[in-house]
């Protein structure tokens, strides 16, 4: 048996004893910290979720728009004001020092505030 035939064949149990876990582990990954809400004025309808996983200077920010990631960055980056492209316009998430408090700018006009909750499972939005 060659060698590539053995380490798909040892794969398989590996893949197939994790497989019942990862409902569970998408479960926690969806137990971040949410605020859940739409877009007013001119992109009014458009569904926004800013998700915040980790504590402390590990906390990561997810920004998704219209069901799209649009954005991911870290505490640093939002504290001092994370920027990203959507579909050419200006992307910006800026929250507060204890990073639960942020908003969102699209080409340089506010868009969106909100809070984000302190407890994992809470959806917030202001």
Do not use: N
């Amino acid at each position: 048996m060659s060698r590539r035939c053995i380490h798909a064949f040892v794969g398989v149990p590996l893949f197939a004893a994790l497989l019942p876990l990862l409902p569970a582990l998408q479960a926690a990954t969806q137990a971040g910290r949410c605020a859940e809400d739409e877009l007013p004025g001119r992109f009014t309808g458009a569904p926004l979720r800013l998700c915040v996983a980790g504590e402390g200077e590990q906390r990561h920010y997810v920004l998704s728009i219209a069901g799209v990631e649009r954005l991911q960055a870290d505490i640093a980056s939002v504290r001092s004001g994370a920027v990203a492209d959507w579909a050419g316009h200006a992307l910006g998430l800026q929250c507060s020092e204890d990073g639960l408090t942020c908003e969102i700018r699209v080409d340089e006009r506010d868009a969106w505030k909100g809070q984000l909750p302190e407890h994992p499972g809470v959806p917030v939005a202001d």
